[in-house]
Structures are given as C-alpha cells and as structure tokens.
C-alpha cells in the first residue's frame, strides 16, 4: 500500500510540475484550477490499476470518482475558454508575490495543490487499492446516496450559474434562482458532500481506513474557510451592492427554504 500512495504521489506531482510549464507559456496560474477534479480521475485509475484485487466495489468507486472529476474538470475547462484573462484570485496574488512569481507559483500554487490533492484522496486511494470486496454494504448505500446528491447540488448549481451568466440581460445581478434559492454555494455544498460519500463509499470496502476520515473533513475546512465559500463572499459582497440582501434570505451553505421575510430589494447592482 505504500508503494501505491508513493506512486500516486510521484504521478500527481510530475503532472503539476507540467501543468506549471504550460502555465508559464500561456501566463495563466488559473489553469491548475480545471486538473483539480481530473486529478482524483487520475489518482483513483492508477489505485485501481495497482490494486492487488479488482471488485465490484473498487471499480464502481473508481467510475464515480472519474465520473466526478470529468465533468467537473469539463465544466472548469469551459468556463476557462470564456474568461478574459487569468482569475482575479491568482491575478491578485501574481501582484502580491512580484517578482518571480512565475517560479514560486511552482511552490505556492501547483505542488502546494498537488499535496492537497493527494490527501483529500487518501480515502479513495485506500479504498480501491486496498479493498478486498464490500464488507460494509449499508455504508456503501448511505456513501452512494450521498454521492447522488452531492453530484446533483454541484452539476445542476454549475449549469444553473452558467445559464444565467450567458444572459446578457443578468449582467451585474444575483444569482438567486433554482438551488441557488436554497443555498449561496450549491457547487461547494456538493462538493463537500461528494468527498464525504468517498469516504464513506471507501471504508465500505477497507474498514481499516476510518482514519482517513481528516481527508474529507480537510476539504470541508477548505471549501467553507480558505478557498471557497469565505473567499467568494468577500469578493461579492464588495462587488454587488444588493448581496446583504441575498445573504439575509438564503443559507450560507446546507440548503434551506430562502426566508420570505427577508427585504427583498431589486437583484440589479
């Protein structure tokens, strides 16, 4: 099992280390962003490919984890095509670390994220590589179960938000339509419900690797705390003047009837 979480990690790195080179011809750090759901796509193939045992259950939870990882990697890849110029955030952070930013964004942003990565994978990579068969059918279930609904959340939240982008006519508004009624992040709420459904999903079949239950709980941090949720707020609550308002009537993160008493002022910012 070491062997396999080295090679994985050998993988994971070697292929960072290439998406930097591309990053610098094109002058866009932002494309590490589209690798990062593909890179458990990876990661969860090659477990699978050096698993002493091929079940049911480590091919069945190697197929979510690419199928997760493949649209979410299509849908980043997209929305990368459509963007003028790199992300604000790393757009930000080019400004922070001058000079030589290209050379410690090898450190700060594509081998830091390739660490991340092969962590928040750990349950899936004992969970395939390690798995002996399904010996804990129930938790397999509750783990499905939540993988369906945490891939529901995120791919209609997705495609929600990318219609309502493609329409000039909300230009400058609030996204507070359909799962976005119910919660201000429905992408990041499935993602984090997703990691735990690996998790689940994975010690369903090794047991042994509860311990793994700090990978998906790291994300969960990250997601509301670090790169996700409180980053997003900060930056819409300075650029739309109405988002107090959409704050005030909808969930931050678990979905939640929007509040009918909330003041509802005009979306337009």
């Not at 997209?78 to 030589?100: H, T, V």
């Not at 750990?122 to 010996?135: F, N, R, T, V």
């Not at 279930?141 to 939540?146: E, F």
Request: aromatic share 14%; hydrophobic share 55%; proline share 5%.
């Amino acid at each position: 099992m070491v062997n396999l979480l080295l090679v994985n990690g050998l993988a994971t790195v070697v292929i960072m280390v290439l998406l930097w080179i591309l990053s610098r011809r094109l002058q866009d750090v932002s494309i590490v962003d589209i690798y990062w759901g593909p890179g458990f796509a990876v990661i969860a193939t090659m477990s699978l490919w050096q698993a002493q045992l091929m079940t049911f259950h480590n091919i069945f939870l190697t197929a979510l984890a690419a199928l997760w990882g493949l649209r979410l990697g299509g849908y980043l890849l997209g929305r990368w095509f459509q963007k003028d110029g790199e992300d604000p955030r790393y757009a930000a952070m080019r400004r922070n670390r001058s000079p030589n930013f290209e050379l410690k964004s090898l450190w700060v942003v594509f081998l830091f994220q390739s660490l991340v990565m092969w962590v928040v994978a750990l349950p899936l990579q004992m969970g395939i590589g390690a798995s002996d068969g399904l010996e804990l059918p129930w938790l397999m279930a509750v783990g499905v179960a939540l993988f369906a609904i945490g891939f529901f959340f995120e791919a209609v939240g997705d495609a929600q938000l990318a219609r309502f982008r493609a329409d000039p006519a909300n230009k400058g508004k609030v996204m507070d339509r359909g799962l976005w009624a119910w919660t201000r992040h429905p992408n990041y709420f499935g993602d984090a419900v997703i990691m735990w459904a690996f998790y689940l999903m994975a010690i369903s079949g090794t047991p042994g690797a509860w311990w793994t239950v700090f990978a998906p709980a790291i994300m969960t941090y990250f997601l509301l705390r670090v790169s996700g949720v409180a980053m997003m707020e900060r930056g819409l609550s300075k650029t739309k003047p109405h988002y107090a308002d959409y704050v005030a009537r909808t969930s931050v993160f678990i979905p939640l009837p929007p509040k009918r008493n909330a003041n509802t002022a005009p979306r337009s910012s």
